[in-house]
């Protein structure tokens, strides 16, 4: 959805649309992480990710003087944000990742990637900037998958169960998706049957988004958001980016990868609270426990 991202273009929240047009409430939608070191490069690698491990094994970061100027292993939305604050000063489009001191080797996928736009890590410096990674929202569902709609079952990054509050930890995501899959399919297979006489709704598309909707998302809900551009979000052709919008607004405070430039403290009251969007009604906060 975002202008940048590590992931494919047919990523585009398909699966989000298709259960809110069927009455599901989606959660956490403002929720959105950012990758600080995706790749910046014209073609198709650019926003392939470079993983943190080559940050635990030596590689730094360095700014347009060649100095480093964050701590490099503190949490993505922090080092986000340092990238964020140097590419505004700079004006460049890219911080410099320095992996001289890494052993190439023990990261074959990304010297493959890096091989392939031209780029030798043993050797040069890799631009990279932040990208949308992974949204910690989705389908509000309980913990064994269960939507709000009988029969709609959500497991893995299109569902949210808080499991990973407001800024997920690096590998979670694949064993929540081992975990709420097995938990998921059980209930699917115990509970009673949906019921079959419930009215079709609307008919729901699914196509992507258009690019001034992911240029959109991407300067008024990216790392840092501000009231003035999300209502103009809110006028936006796509649904979803709409939702996003209400859900970044309806949260006044900042708060893991949700930063609100004119709230930027966390607010203590909404610990453990969670901004759910149904149909056309505003978003709402639950508290889960």
């Known amino acids: 959805l975002w202008e940048r991202s ?24 403002e929720f959105m992480q950012f990758h600080p070191t995706a790749l910046r490069h014209d073609g198709p690698r650019d926003g392939f990710l470079i993983t943190e491990a080559v940050r635990g ?43 001289h001191r890494v052993e190439v080797a023990r990261f074959p996928n990304i010297a493959a990637a890096l091989e392939e736009v031209g780029i030798d890590p043993r050797r040069d410096l890799i631009p990279v900037a932040p990208a949308a990674h992974y949204t910690m929202g989705g389908v509000a569902t309980d913990l064994d998958g269960r939507s709000s709609v009988p029969g709609l079952y959500a497991v893995g990054e299109s569902a949210c169960t808080g499991l990973h509050g407001a800024n997920r930890l690096a590998s979670n995501s694949l064993a929540e998706c081992f975990v709420f899959g097995r938990r998921a399919g059980l209930a699917a297979v115990s509970d009673p049957e949906p019921p079959v006489d419930a009215a079709p709704g609307d008919v729901i598309y699914t196509t992507p988004p258009p690019d001034e909707t992911r240029a959109a998302l991407w300067r008024h809900a990216g790392l840092q958001r501000e009231p003035a551009g999300l209502r103009r979000l809110l006028d936006d052709p796509f649904p979803l980016a709409r939702l996003i919008a209400a859900s ?8 893991g990868a949700h930063q609100r430039t004119d709230h930027p403290d966390t607010d203590a009251s909404l610990d453990h609270m969670h901004t759910l969007v149904a149909g056309a009604a505003p978003p709402r906060f639950e508290q889960w426990n």
């Open 248 to 255: 970044c607004l309806a949260r006044e405070e900042s708060r």
């Open 6 to 29: 590590t992931n494919p273009r047919g990523a585009v929240g398909a699966g989000l649309l298709l259960a809110h047009g069927a009455g599901a409430e989606l959660a956490d939608l």
């Open 57 to 99: 094994e030596g590689a730094t970061l360095l700014d347009a003087d060649g100095q480093r100027f964050v701590d490099e292993l503190a949490p993505r939305d922090r080092v986000a944000l340092a990238i964020r604050a140097e590419l505004e000063r700079s004006g460049q489009a890219a911080v410099d990742l320095d992996m």
